[in-house]
């Protein structure tokens, strides 16, 4: 359908190009006084899936708004392939957004909606072109309703074709699946992924779904209140976050409070409320004093007190199992630690093993190398806002 | 369909309260009435000294409306109640002959009891005593009178004498203007097609006519208008036009530039008229008002102010004593000579009026 | 409700049976309900020329309301921040002064000797002899002008609705400016245009005044027409056949406009 | 913005005027031309007898016409935009009618009616301010109209959710958004209404309204006083708003 | 802060009242000739959480929007405790809503949308209660701005708060917590659920977090084009699904054909594709002739082509991975059968067991006591849009 050439590459000016480079220097955006986007640098590799995540609020909308150039940066510029279009209005770039509240045309139908980029670079055999995306999005036949006789997640639908069609350089999806059922919901990110690989076009993709951000992104950005907290491959930012933040945030964490007390080759040993825990050095961001010893639920598992031995393994004892629920493919634990802490398992509904119940005593065994320390100033809880509502938690 | 409009004295019988009720309506032509200014407990305020006169020597109460602007619009207002036999709420209206002529032809008019007017009697100046629409002066007594003729502006054209230049000079082609109303202009095209305007025939009327029609395609006539020449002569949009009178003596007394001439065809002479329609209440109210118009130093006092043509014998003299210099102005006080010869125009049967009415909407453009 | 029936129907259904009523009645003699209905075809064939003149000048002024309204009425709507009240004031307090004080004042500006017909004879648009009082420009003029507050106000009310969003989601579909506006904010603002050209259009097909003191007989209109025959002709058959004619022919446009317009929800 | 303020000054170029006659002397009552400076008529604006007693009435009228006229305009509009109703496509057209009626008839129409009636002696206040309504209201039904087409209806059932009842919804929903549509029709119809002279002429009995006044006034030239009028009702416009937007800036300082 | 003993509970005209049985009795709504919702049946008892789930369109906002009185039916009846409310006007019914589109009234401020219920009922202390609920949705100190001057989280949190502080009898949740990060989800979730069990509340809740639905709800209704395909408590649904598109549309399934070859005691045997399974008759929703066999991708695990033997247990031998994807807590397997068929298998990444590649042989075991049998007249595909574009797909 569309010409992927790499001599059809180069020229900012060709839409049907594939992606470019994306950056952003010292980019900052104050409302008022409020500073919404604060100081960011990013730069997104030219035919990159790049997922933004973050909680509500921290900017990740209004950092698309200044890509797409709705929005005027404050202070700080913003190239694509090396061309400053920091001043560029928004229809010279190329760059095309899906809007997180559709922002569809009420006046025009469905296939006009998505016609409509099309229509503007007089692009021709606009109806083929429609009729595909509306067969890719599944929306085929609706083509003449108007978007409030459409469902919410049909709405969001004809936003993610109205972008789509134009394939744009970059393509900024805010939230794009967020109305979707899970089934649609990957089928989309199927398609969105496929259709990324073959053009090339460069794709920067605000996200709640973490599993969604994890498959499909090449690299991961977590931001936090206008600032990125870490930026990586997804399997790099999950195994060895760099704050508590992005621990917590990302997946979820358990963090205990532990001291560093030596070194044993590669490893490094804390002592955690009396246990000796090794972490690999390489996932350690502070190798003295007081660490926050980390290892993600999934990587435990549980084991009646006492069954199991931990040569080599990780291992606290003397839990008791104080909460149990059901998601599906696995159940959650969590377990009350000797000193008040309340540690989450997760543990796949096999099937193959045992279910604990509340009251089982029990112990917490992982892999060393699946431990990961982190800097003990930061606050255990950053970024993991259910915190303070788990622990009041009637459940 | 709509019955007759037409009333008699016998189908619409009015009764007269003005033993009990001292009021009295009058509605007239704004500032046509004298007016001062005076101060009252420290503001400005505007006072009717002639009428406040009338108000403490009478003891009648008069509720004084300047609400008519426009002969036909008027009758507009009032055509419905009248031919209804309802009342208008009014007790005096102000009309020009014509539409005066119509109203006493439809029999909307309270006769009025000569015995209760002796000053009109006796000071009417005798070229309106008998007007051929109401001979007997039975139903109208005239407020003020005008002349209509020719103004034109001297700085810029040369003089104008007659009707005949202003319709064919080449110099003056589409700077003139003339008067909108019917009567006021084919009184002069007939005039020009050597028929009496008091007395003439479909036939000649047909031929006025086609006159006017010609100056019209020629493109000679610039506008037909109401009272709105007077600026555009002042302007210089036109340098010549049909007039009346007094608004020429108002703008002389600014721009001697402008002059009124009696165009060689002749002048006419037309009143505006103090009618009583039926169903007032106040007739012998109005009756005194109109006999306390028709004092001499009333009526000069008026005319002072006005400065149209003083229907009131005597006034001349009164007047030396309240503005000396207008007593000799031609345009308010015309010798007897000039007067005899206006002319008026010949009252009209309705269905008459209405197709000549057509005839001349059909060349101005209406 | 009702009152639209008391006040408005019962007298249009008067105006209909005048209009049938014979032509030959007069006050006199009383008017005779004969269904004459070759009143209409009177009036269509005597009084072609300004029928047509009106429609035409009220579609020119309407055209030129449109021209000049939507800038003004766009820029309040969005760049006037809390300026907006004001001035949308502004656009409405020059009608505070009277209407004929206002036209007065156009015909000094637009005099023969006014300082606009001397720049455009200085400029040679104009002719030496060249005037703009008593023309046709003069009487579209005062028309434009006497009704531009019919076409700004809706319009801004209209507009200040548009949700920014959709503007924004057009430029990021590489709508230009231009192209935004043609394709975004002029269809979201139909109803208040289409409502502000009706609320130009159709009372100045029926205007009269702006003819009558600022052009000459050549200019007059349908309403200089029925008002002569209304009040100095009295015939008053031929009148409400033309004023029949009019709100007829006024409907029909009226239909048709906003059919075409895609507004039907005005309706 | 530009083309905006171009506009602006058009519409201002005859307030111009009118505000420099306003400083007029004339040398005649006829002209209509800047003769010589004077502060007479601002000193003594009411100088013209009954000239200040019709602007206040005008301005009577003009107020409860545009109250009148706009409440009632309003409502028919959502009518006819919120409820299918029996012969609405019939009123609709309806509404167009009275713009498309040229206002001779329609004030003589109105007339006869009120002489019909039996009302012929009593016409005035009242029956020029019905007849203000009367023709304001398809000017306000047009205006809400255009501003209520498209209006979101699901935030209305979003108060419709949270306890407001249709009245409540409306007036604490619908109203502000409409808000600025019933302004723009509460503006034309003032103007309308102040403006009118021809549909009053019939009506007004022993009334007089200030176009009535000037158009009469105009026979035998207008007085400077006019102007006076002209700018001060302009000015007290524009204080009007300035005021309002002060007070409403206030407020929430205040709270 | 409310009422909630039992004598309090009764009186439909009290809003701070506890939840009440919802009934829906043959309730069909169209839209023209389209049928939204078809004969729907469907009774949510009182202070129960009520999670509706459906693909895309099939119906649910406009379900809720009948029940909330902003729809009329088409046909059938709604009533309320007993008391018929199909014909109510909106703001007599004792429900409240929160709004897929949020529908924030955008010339209020954040506060006085929050107030509007409150405010309409003439309650007292509006302010305190308001602040409160403020604080709960995270939203303190953002009372004075206006809605677009909030991100979409944000704005979704003030749709929340301003259904939840009227405290209705029945609250209608229209993916209220769609706009929102994992995290703050769940955080409201548990906020949501404390509510409902402290007032009881009757909740019915739209989402398409699976996981929300299964932790948080008493009953699952899965819809599919206008009806209700099956409803019941989350493990029940979970673990029999009655019909292919429940066992895909909730969770992912394996589906392989296969015939009734007998029975041994509580279990019948099929054969699918050569292999002897077993399934528990009671998850058995046909008995005989060609069925479905059915098992949930985390229940199967996989071993090395021989290194287990299946004593007891179920299993399909010879299949390849074709497939490896990281998900965060687990990994996702495609299987290729040797009759063409992929299988999916989730492994838990603990970390303990070792990771395929795709390429290596592999054996599939489950415990019988999860096969469930689905009458095989019905597509095994259905519910499971993603099928298409995952045999299509690239990757
Ligand atoms: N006003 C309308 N006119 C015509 N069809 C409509 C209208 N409103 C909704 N529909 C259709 O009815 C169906 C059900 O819509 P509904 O909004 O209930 O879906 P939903 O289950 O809430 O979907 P989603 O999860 O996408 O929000 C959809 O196919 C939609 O297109
Ligand atoms: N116009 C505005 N005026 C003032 N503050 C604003 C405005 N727009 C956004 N903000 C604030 O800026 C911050 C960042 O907003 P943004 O929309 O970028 O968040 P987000 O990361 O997209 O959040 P979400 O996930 O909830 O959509 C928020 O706290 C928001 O309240
Ligand atoms: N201002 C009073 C003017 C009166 C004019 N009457 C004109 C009648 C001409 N036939
Ligand atoms: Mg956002
Ligand atoms: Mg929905």
Redesign the pocket.
Known sequence: MVDTTPQARSGADRRDDAGADLTLSSVTKKFGAFVAVDDLDLVVEQGKFFALLGPSGCGKTTTLRMVAGLEEPTSGTITISGQDISRLKPYKRPVNTVFQNYALFPHLDIFENVAFGLRRRGVKDVKTKVDEMLELVELGGFGKRRPPQLSGGQQQRVALARALINRPQVLLLDEPLGALDLKLRRQMQIELKRIQTEVGITFVHVTHDQEEAMTMADTIAVMNKGVIEQMGAPAELYDAPATTFVSNFLGQSNLVKAEVVGRDGDTVVVDAHGSKVGAPASRARRTSGTVWLGVRPEKVFLARTGSESSDGGNHLGGGTVSDVSFIGVSTQYLVRMPWGQELTVFEQNSGAREAFRPGDPVDLHWIPAHTFLLDADQDAHAGDESYAALTGSVR | GTPAAKQTAASCVSKDLSSTQKTLHFSN????LDEKKIKQAGKKVTVYPSLAKFERESGIKVDYVTDVND?AEFFGVVRNQLADCQPTGRDIMTL???MAARMVNLGWLQKLDKTKLPNVEANLVSTLKSPSWDKGRDYSVPWQS?L?GIAYNAKLTKEVRSFDELLTRPDLKGKVSL?S?M??TMLFMLLLEGADPEDFTDAEFGQAIDRLQKATDAGQIRAFTG?EYAQDLVKGNVVACEA?S?DIIQLQFDNPDIKFVAPEEGLAL?S?NMLVPNKSEHRANAEKLMDFYYDPVNAATLAAWVNYICPVEGAQQAMEKIDSSLVDNQLIFPSSDTLAKAKDFMGLDEKTEQSYQKQFAAVIGA | MLWLVIFFVLPTIQLIATSLYDPNGSLDTGYAMTWSFSNYWHALQQFQSPFLRSLLYAGVATGLAVLLAYPLAYSIAFKAGRWKNFMLVLVIAPFFTSFLVRTLAWKSILSDNGFVVSALQALHILGPDGRLLATSVAVVTGLTYNFLPFMVLPLYASLEKIDLRLIEAGKDLYANGFTSFRKITLPLSMPGLVAGTLLTFIPAAGDYINAELLGTPRQYMIGNVIDSLFLVQLDYPAAAACSVVLMLAIVVMVLFYVRRAGTEELL | MGAAMLVLLYMFLPIFFVVLMSFNDPTSRLSYEFDGFTMANWTDPCGPSGMCGSVVTSLQIGFLATVGATLLGTLVAFALVRHRFRGRAATSLLIFLPMATPEVVMGSSLLALFTSAGLSGSLGFWSILVAHIMFCLSFVVVTVKARLAGLDQSLEQAAMDLYANEWQAFWRITFPLVFPGIMAAALLSFSLSFDDFIVTNFNHGNTITFPMFVWGSA??GIPPQVNVIGTVMFMIALLLVLGSGVVRRRRPAAA
Chains 1, 5 share one sequence.
């Open positions: 032509w704004p500032l046509y002969n020009t002959d014509w005008g209509t008067l109303e009567h006021d009272n009346w007094g037309w505006d | 026979q035998r």
